[in-house]
């Protein structure tokens, strides 16, 4: 009576092992074969996750709660051909002093890969082009745009990050980048329990696993038929908990007197 708990466990254990390991196997032999394996996503085929290799080189693990992880300050590499350098406080941009000079006008931008600029230089990036605008707008004024983007991020992380670090530049507006699929921060995410650097290794070394992200990122292309539709529903639970993330930023940069725009 006391052994059968164990032995039904490693029994379990063991069948879970044999279960992906032929699985595996079976993908590697296919890939090897055939280069692709269509629907399913190998390690030979094409890599819907060609940030692995940035996650081990630009993030970092950090203890705040909910974070998860941060960019590595001072941090260099050349990523999808382009050059991506971390500054040395840790964001996608060039160096800037918390304390703001005068007469500036200074906008922090927070978001998700599509902020921080997946692909592009940094001045192809959206932060970097408006700023370029409005300094031919406000010519009288100089202007700074601050890009506090990380890939990855969630509402719920944008959130921490605005109150750990942002709001020590002092600016003047800041800018909440939304992406359909943040509304993750809401929900379970693999992010927020296994490290990306750990993550990143498993993604580039475990086919089964990599072809489970792949389907996961087809799937939610289209907000129509991914878990994101059901999200943005008004009385769902999920809606209701990114909502009160809104509320929570706009609670904070009400009581700084920053205007904030989503």
Same mark, same amino acid.
């Not at 290799?53 to 970092?60: C, G, N, Y």
């Not at 959206?126 to 605008?133: M, S, V």
């Given at each position: 009576k006391i052994k059968n708990p164990f032995v039904n466990l490693s029994l379990l254990l063991l069948t879970v092992f044999l279960f992906t390991g032929l699985a595996e196997g079976g993908m590697r032999l296919f890939s090897y074969a055939d280069g692709v394996l269509t629907g399913l996503g190998t390690c030979q085929g094409p890599d819907l996750f060609q940030s692995s290799? *940035?996650?081990?080189?630009?993030? !970092?693990a950090v203890d705040t709660p909910g974070l998860g992880y941060v960019l590595k300050p001072n941090s260099r590499e050349i990523f999808l051909g382009t050059e991506v350098v971390v500054n040395s406080r840790g964001f996608r941009d060039y160096e800037y002093s918390l304390e703001k000079p005068l007469d500036t006008y200074r906008i922090a931008v927070l978001g998700d890969s599509v902020t921080f600029g997946h692909g592009v230089n940094l001045e192809e990036t959206?932060? #970097? !082009? *408006?700023?370029? #605008?409005l300094r031919r707008v406000l010519n009288k004024k100089n202007t700074e745009v601050l890009n506090f983007g990380v890939r990855g991020y969630s509402l719920k992380q944008e959130l921490i990050l605005l109150e750990e670090k942002v709001l020590a530049y002092n600016p003047d507006l800041i800018v909440i980048g939304h992406h359909p699929n943040d509304i993750y921060s809401s929900i379970y995410r693999i992010e927020e329990i296994i490290p990306v650097p750990q993550l990143a290794f498993i993604t580039q070394h475990l086919c089964v696993f990599k072809s489970w992200r792949e389907n996961k990122l087809k799937k939610s292309i289209s907000i129509n038929n991914s878990p994101y539709a059901v999200g943005y529903k008004e009385d769902s639970k999920t809606w209701k908990n990114h909502k009160n993330l809104f509320r929570n930023i706009s609670v904070i940069t009400q009581k700084k007197r920053i205007p904030t725009l989503v």
């Open positions: 290799r *940035l996650s081990d080189t630009m993030h !970092i959206y932060p #970097k !082009i *408006l700023e370029q #605008k």
